[in-house]
Each structure stands twice: as C-alpha cells, then as structure tokens.
C-alpha cells in the first residue's frame, strides 16, 4: 500500500494577491500610495484638459460668428445697387409730357429728385432707357465715358426695341455716337459722365469717394421749347441732387 504524504504549503497573503486579484499589486504602501498620487495627478490632468477643450471651442465659436459678421460687413460694402430707369412720356402737367428719370427701388419707381450712395464703396449703376432719341450736335465732352472705373460702360445689346445699329457698340465702350445718346447722367463736380444711348440698357462701376450733396442732370436738350424747358430744369425729371454719406 502506498502511502500518501501530505505536504502542506504555505500561502502568504501577498501571493493570494499576486495569483487572484487582477487589480494592481502594489509590492507596498509606499508604492500604493504613489499609485495613487498618479491617478489622482492623471484624473486632474483630465479635468484640465476638459476644460481647456471647453474654452477653446468656445473661443472658436465667438471667433466664428465675429468673422462671419466681418466677411457679412464686407460683402454687404463690397458693392451697392443703384437702378435708375428712364420713361418717355411722363405726364408733367395738363398739356405736356416729358422724359423723366426715376430710381428702381424693390420693384416700385420712385422719385430720382434725391439720390443717396454710400462713399468709398463700390457702386454699380444701372440705367434702364425706355426712352429713344438722339442730338447729333451734342457736345463731345458729354459722349465720351467718364468717373467710371476704367473709363468704360457696359451697354446691353438686344434690348427690346432697340434702335442701336450692331455694328457702332460694343459691350464696353468709352464713349458713343451723339446722334444714338438719348441721355446722360452727369454729376459734373464729380467728373461723372454716363451716356445712355435710346432704348438700351447700360451698366457703369464707379466710387463716390467725395461725401456731399451734388447736382445730377441730363445734358442732352429733351425738355420743352428749345429742350432745356419742363423736364431739364425740373427736380425729380431730368436733374436732381445725389447725396453721398
């Protein structure tokens, strides 16, 4: 018969630690508590950088919103609108009708007696002539292009109705025939000179660099009597006054 020996073993604690708990074994108290210095150092470290990613997506979002009201400024100022549209045959009183300007403004005509533009912003001017016409013995000085960014004025070609040969305009111009100027919008303190041939549509880029009030007109004769009567020396028809801000 064969004897079992019984052998006993010794089992510390630390080696009841060692084989069943999963958690850290700290080897002593010391190690343990410098264990526990790091989680709590790691945890901070953690709380900081929470709040470090909070300021800083805060900071972005006002940045955001602050450029885009910067980019918003700058594409509202980047170009105004101004339409001016031009009708033959308005009633000026009883017995007579005349050309007159006016400003185009959400669908509705109002008076051109008191224009205002922004200064130092680039302004696009578009004129809408319904008007026909044409004085051969206008002078050069007022059918030539002037005040406008490079010299030049687009005209619309193919405007309905209109009675401009082809072949004497171009898409951009610096100045045109007399004879086809049916009007002009001229500001002559500011050296502004925009001839507007008969039923067209012209298009001009310009800056009002100088704030005040200055006097618009026409300087093609279309008023009563010799042309200079009614609508040319009337506010609101064939001048006016434009204000720049």
Not at 46 to 73: F, M, Q, R
Not at 129 to 152: K, W
Not at 167 to 175: E, G, K, R, W, Y
Not at 195 to 214: D, E, K, R
């Amino acid at each position: 018969m064969v004897q079992m020996q019984r052998k006993s073993y010794s089992c510390s604690r630390d080696s009841l630690y060692r084989r069943y708990v999963t958690l850290p074994v700290y080897e002593s108290l010391d190690q343990l508590h410098s264990g526990e210095m790091v989680v709590k150092w790691k945890k901070a470290t953690l709380h900081l950088s929470l709040v470090v990613l909070a300021v800083v997506a805060v900071v972005a979002v006002a940045l955001g919103i602050l450029w885009s009201g910067v980019l918003n400024a700058r594409g509202s100022a980047k170009e105004y609108d101004l339409t001016l549209v031009i009708l033959p045959s308005v009633q000026y009183n009883s017995s007579l009708a005349q050309p007159s300007y006016f400003v185009l403004h959400d669908g509705i005509l109002l008076s051109a007696s008191n224009i205002t533009v922004p200064s130092r912003t680039l302004v696009k001017l578009t004129i809408i002539d319904y008007d026909s016409g044409g004085d051969a013995n206008l002078s050069t000085s007022f059918t030539r292009v002037q005040g406008t960014v490079g010299g030049i004025e687009e005209v619309v070609i193919g405007t309905p109705g209109a009675m401009i040969p082809r072949d004497q305009l171009a898409l951009n111009v610096t100045s045109l025939p007399a004879s086809i100027i049916a009007h002009t919008f001229t500001v002559p303190q500011l050296g502004i000179n925009i001839p507007v041939p008969s039923t067209s549509v012209v298009i001009a880029y310009l800056y009002f660099n100088q704030t005040g009030t200055y006097t618009w007109q026409c300087m093609v004769p279309c008023g009563a009597g010799n042309g200079y009567a009614g609508a040319m020396d009337t506010p609101g028809w064939m001048l006016g006054q434009i204000t720049v801000i």
